[in-house]
């Protein structure tokens, strides 16, 4: 099979998700968007949903609008991704950042496991949750030790290095699903009964696999999740994060912000709080509606969708990604960042250069008229090719092998200045 | 002066103000707004600016609007707040939630104040920023006591009361600025001068005031603050909050939350945290852009507006409210909730009756073909009119008092159920 812009296009026309593309929004100039790992794309159906949410909710019905529908959101948005991470509806809500559900989480398993004094997670994981286990360890009297597994290759982490850092004394593991930069997919089932078996409990990092890889907590035995919705969900940007505790946990955790929303009357304002059963009391403050309602539209996509026929489509294309990167990048310095077997990556695939911060930005800003290639770069020499199977083309990822030749060939990259904007 | 709705005709023609309701939204069917307490107008300024951000920003510029404006957003809307709370402009951002704000900061404050085990707040305070307190006390061992001021009218806290709880143990003082459900206001600089004279810090909530009477957080020697921004500053439903430090407090204080946007160096994705200078410590996670840049158009309105004609305004309007009650309803078995004299009150009134819940619902939908007429219920019998006097009309006001009038008179509110609504 010869890997060029005929068989890209054949593959596209047999998309059975074809017609998707759609109903996304799309910009007046032509633009291969690559980043949807990064920052989703708008669905057309999320500009009718705003427009009705300003005039009509927020315009019109005003404070009346909490009782129509708004206060139970972070309830009813969470059943709603509930299947998509192999949830049950009453297992996961919506609230603050990720990073601030990490929090939340991890601190209530660390009182939960109290007695043991180790937290392990890893090289690979994003910073913010390594970030987020050293503040609660610094606020809660460093009396627990971060252990961070080690990748040998720079893209995975093996089980025996798993096995060698999660030991009786550890609380609590917590790892990214998908790895940020690699895109390795750890297998969840045999990790979390690897730390089931110390005792130790595990939180999953969703943010890079929700809506990008099936996700099946229940089924593989997770503790504790969380992640965002605004990569492959197409949520919006910075849209509101979902936490899960599984139901058997969920009356022996305690969340360490004790606020109105998680209150269990919050309408009778008791001096003293009792915390709602369930989910609701890992709730906090009021949510951001025009953020959080944003996410609806977002997730009825890519119900319809299917994750299965998503995630098909997903590894045909990092497949032919891949493929056409042996083919025509290797010779020009270019390696592979991503596991190649299919069952260890998630959707998006990182070529790894020593000029790849300049390669991005002559793909991401050309000066010659050519079509905006718009991937992400990843320190120290990532780019990050996100494909987002609801909305991405074989075309569009050809296009893009064809724009890193051209540009690594001829040596246009040379032309970018190699200094770095402030969000990378 | 007779108070009749041709002296309300009178006074809207003589508002320096009134060209400002044509900047808000107005929806289709006539209705008088008296809830913006609780969740402000939409400023039609703020339609135009989501249709941008929607097309535009993320629609078309995508990832790349984060090097555009929104990666420091939460640090640039806090500068433009931050005159209207009297702060300077690197003492404010915009992050989370107003609850989670008040739990970093009180936390931080806790942390720095190691030895002082008593914390202050008062019963009259709403109950999230109880909730909060008792949350951190129990998170961090059942070292600290929480003794709340008494007050003894139900409606205001006394300065004794105040030098009777605050002492050479006390870690930290937790008030609201304006009390959520009678509208006095604190005197900020004395109760600040107060405790910090037994060497605690000072917490300020404001939620209520924000927006609703001049704040000057510098002049009366403010250490701390936090609140909303979808009350009286209109920066919509559930929209972001902020927080503030006094300079001096920076760099002593240590959020609890460490995460990726407090990171001095993010997009290095150190596996060290390495917390940022100044405010942006206490930033957590991405935050959520439609919700956040919502704030923007409407702080300008503010500011175009200015806080000391808003404040004139308020006080009259309150005032002509205050004197309607007085006239009209207090032979109706009401009570005024709120303190008469202007400099103890915020924006917003409180009319006590003891079917208060059945007359709010009549008022807000009424069977008989009148005007809805919405201010909101708070336990157990205040109705709260929320005087919002960027588009609150003194027509409004009038409107409301004969509205009151009729349905008590009339014992119309005998027609609808006492049954509560989820949200009230």
Redesign the interface.
Known sequence: MILNRALAGQLDREDPLKDFGQKI?S???PMV?L?GN??G??PVA??RQ?EEL??H????R??????EG???MPISLGAKLAPLIGAGEAEVVYS?????NL?KLA?SAL?HQKGRKKIVSD?LN???D???L???I??MGNQHELV?ARSEDGMTVSTQELERVIDDDTALVLLSHVVF?SGFLYDMEKVSALAHRKGALVLWDLSHSAGAVPVELNRCGADLAAG?S?KYLNG??????FLFVTEKLQEKL??????????SD????????SPAKGMKKFL?????????S?IEPALDLILEAGMDRLREKSLKQTQFLIDCAQEYLLPLGFSIGTPVKPEMRGSHVSLRHKEAYRICKAL?DPDDGSIPV?P?F??PDNIRIGITPLYTSFTDVFEAIERLLSITKGRIYERYSAE?????
């Open positions: 929004f910009e007046d100039k968007y980043d990064s920052l794309k708008l999320t500009i705003q300003l005039h909710k927020w315009g019109t005003l404070i009346r609008s909490w009782n708004w206060y139970e603050d950042s990720t990073s601030m929090y601190f009182q090289t994003f910073p913010t390594l970030y987020v050293q503040g609660l610094n606020s961070l930069k965002c605004y919006g940007p910075g849209a509101p994060a305690e969340s360490p912000v004790w606020a109105w929303y998680g209150d919050p309408f009778a304002f008791n001096l003293k709080y906090v403050g009021t949510p951001p509606m025009l953020s959080l944003a991401i718009i992400d990843r320190e770095k904007a402030a969000v990378t």
